[in-house]
């Protein structure tokens, strides 16, 4: 079973320019939640998605959103890059959602997308 | 809000000595997951803890959910190189993750 893939690796962006960044989940995995991991903020909560909608959502402000497609294929997005965005984006996947509390799944992550903006 | 919090931050060990991370949660959980990430890599799942008490074993590694489900260890014994990286505990529940522990171990 191939396991969870995230492209671009690799991006370089200038402040003001947006990004977006996809991810796509394990086969049969309907759930995909999205990271920031920074040396100084350690890995925070950005969104989760599944089936199509936003399940939970972190505290970063709207400049980041995400979708997820019908396939459970999902994309992140990133406006007005700041260079305070700077970091490694991963997405996981799981096969069961958050929301249902005590039944949560293993998240399987993915390679992460390095961002930087200069 | 809600918080996860780990200790230590960074723990340096001689190959052989025994490690272990605290996981301690500002709210009540419903149950805790652990993972582990290796230097460059990205986190990989380690085990899920359900139950007040719980104690689960996984060879060397030792996991413990605290009886007021608010806090965690994981216990090392007998540390090897290959148990370089940084442990983290996750709230499933919201999708926090704790601020990790950074394992360095000197052969």
């Known amino acids: 079973k191939a396991g969870v893939t995230q492209t671009p690796r690799y991006l370089i962006k200038t402040r003001g320019q947006q990004v977006t960044l996809s991810c796509s989940p394990i086969?049969?995995?309907?759930?995909v939640s999205w990271y920031q991991q920074t040396p100084g903020q350690g890995l925070q909560f950005l969104f989760e998605?599944?089936?199509?909608?936003?399940?939970n959502k972190g505290n970063f402000p709207g400049r980041f959103s995400g979708r997820q497609f019908s396939n459970s294929r999902s994309e992140m997005n990133v406006s007005t890059l700041e260079l305070g965005d700077s970091a490694l984006y991963l997405c996981?996947?799981?096969?069961?959602?958050?929301?249902?509390?005590?039944?949560?799944?293993?998240?399987?992550f993915g390679p992460g997308t390095r961002l930087t903006v200069l | 809000g809600q918080q996860v919090m780990q200790i230590p931050q960074y723990q340096h060990v001689q190959e052989g000595e025994d490690f272990t991370t605290y996981c301690n949660s500002s709210t009540t959980l419903s149950n805790i997951q652990w993972y582990k990430q290796r230097p460059g890599g990205h986190p990989v799942f380690l085990i899920q803890?359900?139950?007040?008490?719980e104690v689960k074993k996984q060879k060397r590694l030792t996991f413990q959910f605290g009886e007021a489900k608010k806090n965690s260890s994981l216990h090392i014994t007998a540390t090897q190189t290959t148990d370089v990286g940084t442990y983290f505990c996750a709230n499933t529940d919201k999708l926090i993750f704790g601020t990790g522990t950074r394992l360095q171990v000197f052969p």
């Open positions: 996981a996947s799981s096969f069961v959602s958050s929301h249902r509390s005590g039944l949560n799944g293993e998240q399987f």
């Open positions: 803890l359900v139950k007040s008490g």
């Open positions: 086969s049969g995995h309907r759930s």
């Open positions: 998605y599944f089936s199509e909608t936003q399940r």
